[in-house]
């Protein structure tokens, strides 16, 4: 790929952050830095010499670690799970696992609370301890581990695992000498989409943290949301930024050196059924490990959804949804607010498959010299930026004609594919180097115009990572995550905006209507999240 | 020197077929043995390696090298070789580490490694490619360092799947006999398996034929090919002139110009048109179609004497020693 | 062998098309040529960001706004939508609202901005280029950041006359009160009940170690009611005039610390997953809420009740009020002004407590049968001094961030 063509690809991704996530965040540090038009950086560092900062910013960086480490010795055996047998249940497991991702804070707060809470089940309390924090990080991330390692590994081809297994090569050698190199890539981008994610944790800190465990993230929205402080808060910002710009370096530096071309192999024949006891522990014990720590909780608020005030069990709640007794506004119709996420999700999810399909195109192509990883750390600071910096951003810059977006409907969508974008990227860059270029040659010498290359080579064999992308983009846009939850906007609510809604007000029915709802959107969400697993380009081999 | 491999009524079935793709063979490769598996595609002739090698679990049956029985023993015990198909080299190695991997598994020392290493990859004609990237190979390269790789902790019992698949023509009739030197020196059992019968010929002690799972013949090269059993095998082995009863071989039908206005019937003989002609060197294939419209021949003639053209009247005489009637089953 | 072309070329065509065609009259590369673009853009937008702040900061001349003028019989043009930016807990009938919209011709279009800490500041970050026409949802402790940011413009409405006189105003009327809540200690009569323990009447009583590991709290500087609650104990135990660390407050709260008093992030998660009178279900028995929440636990609101399942210690309340204001630069004032005095309005004012767990502020207003009986008012609730908040209280948020972080 010539150079001009890589930047033609960027171009478009390129242009889409530099309006909807630089000029937002510039203009809101901007103001924090340049109160009476002249720049004045000691916020900075007033911030990077407070001591309580340094606190905070410390924690900040080793809960992430630890968060991630933990995520990834938890999840990474869950991967080999579905790369390597097929059992019972298998597709419905691999798309609710993506159910974490897409439920409010708050929820997963009752959830989880309702197991390591106060009164929950494991008989101790870790609320407002880091360990709350922690296993939450992993119930949330445990999805990113599995779906981008666990699929990026079942197109792996078997062959040289066989081959070292007949070298003398007992299971666990093979894997140390041979899958677990080519595996790194994926369980890189892994990593460093949880880091990202954990670094610039907010909802989980501030609800099962407590008081005394506050990260940068929770530190900027109170700066900028509460007290309006934007000269403290640009501060933290940019100190935040600077330590995502060097973990996502860091992270640049090790995917460029393990890209290596494999013939992506059919998934089928790379699943096995479970015989032997080895394999069947294996199974089980993964399988306890997803019960415990995904079913059990959201269990807890299905069975709350179901409880009547007497004790016995009731469906009032869901019937009371689509009740509006009171004849408020504060209604919502659970159509419409189904309705409105999906929207919502749809927009969000073409718009970062799209841009990101392109910009990973442009990132992964070979010829026209180096240095593009840096473009790819580049694209993912999105992801580790502060969601409110960016909201209250938007309100800045996005302000007057002609790109007065404050009320526009696109803003929601436009936030979520802000987040999701890297998220795809991450997905496809290492699929698309996996392609040996020999394919796409021998493509093109039968005749195959550029066009169709990319239909017939490109496109089948990242058909999966594809898809992959495509469901967690879907998920961030239904979670809410990014920046919509500081805008102001004209009342269309999603589904998690009516949980919220209910959870703000005091009563049984409330309560019993908030827990019904959440069980409707963790039901959706395993639905959409099914459908677009099946959707796949033709060509593309079956999970 | 290498183990002898015996296959006992080996069945494997996969869920979602309903028929078995090895459906009861039973071989013997005797110590020192080279046994070729001659079949088409599908036929399960790779699956029976595999099982061999300990990467498929026979639903039925025994495999027993060198004696012991090894059905439940894991693939990195066996201690056999696998060259496969697709050559699976490690991509993150280069063709040294590659080779070597075997005799690390042997935890030989560093020194005996690489000389081991240097001694093979020159017997395969790579000498000194240690240090090159394996996506830099072609697929030649490929082939030939996977076999480099299979050969180097000399096991004691070889299996390659379509060795010369992505070989060369002059390459392979030098590595042919080459090979042949090489397992007959080191007394390696091989059970190679190919869709190639000039391959499996050239190289074999024993040739089996497979299809559909079934072994339907086995014999030494020389005598499969003077005496097929089947229609099948038969035109496996790329004879032409096949029906259900008997065969007649290409070379044994002579074929005489007959310039147009002869009376016919003056040497007996039938008469024919020739249809097409592959020119092959010293020889050409030759297709007749018979003048009364009863069939057609095909011959194999020297074209020492100048060659036949398409449109050709024909005589067309039959050596009777070139018939061959299938033994009944 | 040649990298074979990806049809990116033709989208890179289009791309550098520009910079090409720009390059090709001046002569410059046109890879520089696109930078340069690239940068001019970069300038303009940066400046172009600038009038906002400008005009926020020479807000002093804005300060009255253009002249309004209310059209003929109350009824606005076709068309005119009126646009009230309030917190996310703002809820109001749909009914009432269309009345509005059947008296004056003017729709009404609701903005949901975050609680209503973040919502002023939104507001504020705005100010001048407002994103609505009436803010909504505004409380006396946030009216000092408001009126700083010169965020309204006075407007006397018809309505006051009818408001109580107990009720605080803005003697500029740059903003209206429309209703008011008091924060208060609620109590799960269940659990007290059943392990014989009188329940808790006075703040002095909370720090008893009878009442060890009983009660939740909110972060004040996170949570509206946390705030409140704290203001309470300011108003209670004085402290309230100096500086001094050894303000007689933040020794309550020592004591409180040392009764093993637990601190969440917001209302939600105490009501929620702390407090066990809810249907979460958690451990403690005494929160800090509203003084209408009891009212919404009774499970069947059609079966008649002798008592709430929960209840609130009238001697831990204090008050809070809710304003609007006609923010500065709205687009049509003259509707703003009609929606506040049509908040105003008995039938506007019959519906908060329904829809908003709070009182109204009309005193021709009555309370629905339940309320009557058992969400009465404080009748003498804590009050802070709307100035003295003002003052004092990033200075009260860090000496208890001190205690507590």
């Avoid at chain 2, 020192?32 to 049956?61: D, N």
């Avoid at chain 2, 020739?274 to 009863?294: I, K, P, Q």
């Avoid at chain 3, 940068?39 to 804005?62: I, K, Q, T, Y």
């Avoid at chain 3, 006397?156 to 003697?171: F, M």
């Amino acid at each position: 790929m010539t150079l001009r063509a890589r930047w033609g690809l960027l171009a478009v991704p390129l242009a889409f952050l530099g309006v909807f996530f630089v000029w937002p965040v510039v203009a809101i540090v901007g103001r924090g830095l340049r109160p009476d038009g002249a720049w004045d950086l000691s916020p900075i560092g007033d911030v990077v010499t407070d001591p309580v900062i340094r606190q905070v910013a410390w924690f900040t960086l080793w809960q992430a670690v630890l968060s991630t480490v933990l995520t990834l010795v938890v999840g990474l055996p869950g991967a080999a799970l579905f790369a390597r047998y097929s059992f019972a249940g298998k597709r419905v497991i691999w798309a609710a696992l993506v159910v974490p991702f897409v439920l409010p804070t708050v929820v997963v707060g009752i959830a989880f609370l309702g197991v390591i809470g106060p009164s929950g089940s494991l008989g101790v309390d870790l609320s407002g301890t880091v360990w709350a924090i922690l296993l939450a990080h992993l119930f949330f991330n445990y999805a990113v581990v599995v779906r981008t390692v666990g699929g990026f590994w079942a197109s792996l081809d078997a062959g040289p695992v066989e081959a070292a297994e007949v070298l003398g090569a007992s299971p666990r050698r093979a894997f140390r000498e041979v899958t677990w190199p080519l595996l790194r890539p994926a369980v890189a981008a892994a990593a460093s989409i949880v880091f990202l994610f954990t670094f610039t944790s907010f909802g989980v800190v501030l609800i099962l943290g407590g008081v005394r465990n506050r990260t940068l993230e929770v530190e900027i929205f109170d700066q900028t949301a509460r007290f309006l402080r934007l000269d403290v808060a640009a501060g933290l910002a940019v100190v935040q930024l600077v330590f995502v710009v060097v973990a996502l370096a860091w992270f640049a530096r090790t995917q460029q050196r393990r890209a290596v071309p494999l013939r992506p192999a059919a998934a089928a024949t790379n699943a096995s059924p479970v015989r032997g006891w080895r394999a069947r522990s294996f199974v089980a014990a993964n399988l306890l490990v997803m019960t415990l720590l995904l079913v059990v909780p959201l269990a807890t608020l299905v069975t709350r959804s179901l409880r009547a005030p007497d004790g016995g069990w009731s469906a009032q709640y869901y019937r009371a949804l689509s009740t509006n007794p009171r004849g408020s506004t504060a209604f919502v119709p659970p159509v419409d607010a189904i309705a409105n996420s999906l929207a919502f999700a749809a927009v969000a999810t073409v718009l970062a498959v799209v841009l990101g399909g392109l910009a990973a195109w442009g990132i992964a192509g070979r010829g026209g010299g180096g240095g593009w990883q840096w473009i790819d750390a580049g694209l993912m600071v999105p992801l580790g930026t502060s969601a409110v910096t960016v909201g209250f951003g938007f309100l800045l810059a996005l302000a007057r004609p002609p790109l007065d977006l404050r009320d526009s409907l696109w803003l929601v969508p436009i936030a979520h594919a802000v987040v999701a974008m890297p998220f795809v990227i991450r997905l496809l860059v290492p699929a698309l180097r996996a392609i040996e270029p020999g394919l796409r040659e021998a493509a093109a010498v039968m005749g195959a115009s550029p066009a169709r290359v990319w239909r017939e080579v490109d496109l089948p064999l990242v058909g999966r990572a594809l898809a992959a992308a495509a469901g967690f983009a879907f998920a961030v846009s239904l979670g809410e995550f990014g920046a919509t939850v500081f805008l102001a906007q004209v009342d269309r609510p999603t589904l998690p905006v009516a949980i919220y809604r209910f959870l703000s007000r005091p009563g049984p029915d409330q309560f019993g209507q908030a827990m019904a709802l959440s069980t409707v959107l963790m039901l959706l969400t395993v639905m959409v999240v099914l459908i677009i697993d099946r959707v796949r380009p033709p060509g593309t081999v079956e999970f | 020197m290498g183990a002898a491999v015996v296959v006992d009524e080996l069945v494997v079935r996969f869920p979602g077929h309903d028929r078995p793709v090895v459906d009861g063979v039973t071989f013997r490769a005797g110590a020192g043995e080279v046994v070729a598996v001659l079949g088409p595609s599908g036929c399960g002739k790779t699956t029976v390696l595999r099982v061999i090698a300990g990467l498929q679990a026979p639903t039925s049956g025994t495999v027993r090298i060198g004696g012991d029985d090894l059905t439940a023993t894991p693939a990195h015990l066996r201690g056999v070789g696998l060259m496969f198909q697709d050559h699976a080299l490690f991509p993150h190695r280069d063709v040294g580490q590659n080779v070597e991997f075997g005799l690390r598994m042997q935890q030989l020392p560093t020194a005996a490694r690489r000389a081991r290493v240097a001694e093979v990859l020159e017997l395969v004609g790579l000498a000194g490619w240690e240090r090159r990237a394996v996506a830099t190979l072609s697929g030649g390269e490929q082939q030939r360092v996977a076999l480099a790789r299979a050969l180097a902790p000399s096991p004691r019992v070889l299996l390659l799947d379509e060795p010369f698949g992505s070989v060369d023509r002059a390459l392979r009739d030098q590595l042919v006999p080459e090979l042949g030197g090489l397992f007959r020196a080191l007394g390696t059992t091989v059970v190679q398996v190919t869709h190639d019968q000039s391959e499996a010929l050239a190289l074999a002690d024993r040739v089996l034929v497979m299809t559909a799972g079934r072994i339907v013949q086995a014999a030494p090269p020389a005598e499969l090919w003077a005496r097929p059993h089947s229609p099948l095998v038969a035109r496996f082995l790329g004879f032409s002139n096949v029906t259900a009863e008997a065969m007649v071989r290409a070379d044994a039908v002579g074929l005489t110009v007959v310039a147009s206005g002869d009376t016919p019937g003056a040497t007996g003989a039938e008469r024919g048109v020739v249809e097409a002609v592959v020119f092959r060197g010293d020889r050409a294939d030759v297709h007749v179609g018979y003048a009364d419209g009863s069939g057609s021949i095909d011959a194999e003639v020297s074209t020492r004497a100048g060659l036949v053209a398409v449109g050709d009247v024909v005589e067309v005489t039959v050596d009777p020693r070139g018939r061959w009637t299938f033994p009944v089953p | 062998m040649n990298e074979p072309q990806i049809p990116a070329d033709s989208v890179a065509d289009s791309v550098v098309r520009v910079p090409n065609t720009l390059a090709r009259a001046t002569g410059i590369p046109w890879r520089r040529a696109a930078l340069v673009l690239l940068a001019l853009f970069a300038l303009v937008g940066a400046a172009c960001s600038s009038p906002a702040d400008d005009a926020a900061r020479s807000g002093g001349a804005a300060a009255v706004g253009p002249a309004v003028s209310t059209p003929e019989g109350g009824r606005f043009p076709d068309g005119t939508t009126v646009r009230l930016l309030a917190h996310d807990s703002f809820a109001m009938s749909e009914q009432v609202l269309d009345q509005f919209t059947q008296t004056t011709n003017a729709k009404v279009e609701v903005v949901l901005g975050g609680d209503a800490g973040v919502m002023v500041n939104q507001a504020v970050l705005t100010a001048g280029n407002p994103q609505a026409d009436v803010l909504f949802g505004i409380d006396d402790n946030l009216l000092g950041r408001a009126f700083a940011a010169d965020l309204f413009v006075p407007y006397a409405s018809t309505g006051l006359a009818d408001v109580l006189a107990t009720v605080s105003r803005d003697p500029e009327n740059r903003v209206t009160p429309i209703d008011y809540g008091d924060v208060c200690i609620n109590y799960d009569r269940a659990w007290f009940r059943d392990r014989g323990l009188p329940v808790p009447t006075t703040f002095e009583a909370l720090a008893d170690p009878a009442y060890k590991d009983l009660l939740v709290v909110q972060d004040p500087s996170a949570s509206s009611p946390g705030l409140a609650f704290l203001l309470a104990t300011v108003a209670r135990f004085g402290g309230a005039d100096n500086d001094a660390t050894d303000a007689a407050w933040l020794a309550y709260w020592q004591q409180l610390e040392d009764n093993g008093v637990k601190v969440v992030d917001s209302w939600e998660t105490a009501y929620y997953t702390e407090f066990s009178g809810s249907s979460g279900q958690g451990p403690r028995p005494l929160v800090v809420s509203y003084g209408s929440s009891p009212v919404a636990e009774i499970t069947d609101p059609s079966l008649p009740v002798d008592q709430t399942p929960t209840g609130s210690v009238e001697a831990t309340c204090s008050r809070q009020t809710e304003f609007a204001g006609v923010l500065r630069g709205a687009a049509q004032p003259a509707a703003a002004q009609a929606l506040i005095d049509f908040m105003l309005t008995v039938a506007f004012q019959e519906q908060v407590p329904e829809q908003m767990y709070v009182y109204p502020v009309n005193s021709a207003a009555t309370l629905p049968p339940t309320w009557a009986t058992f969400a009465q008012p404080a009748p003498q609730p804590w009050v802070v001094p709307a100035t003295t908040v003002d003052t004092r209280r990033d200075t009260w948020l860090q000496q208890w961030s001190g205690l507590f972080r």
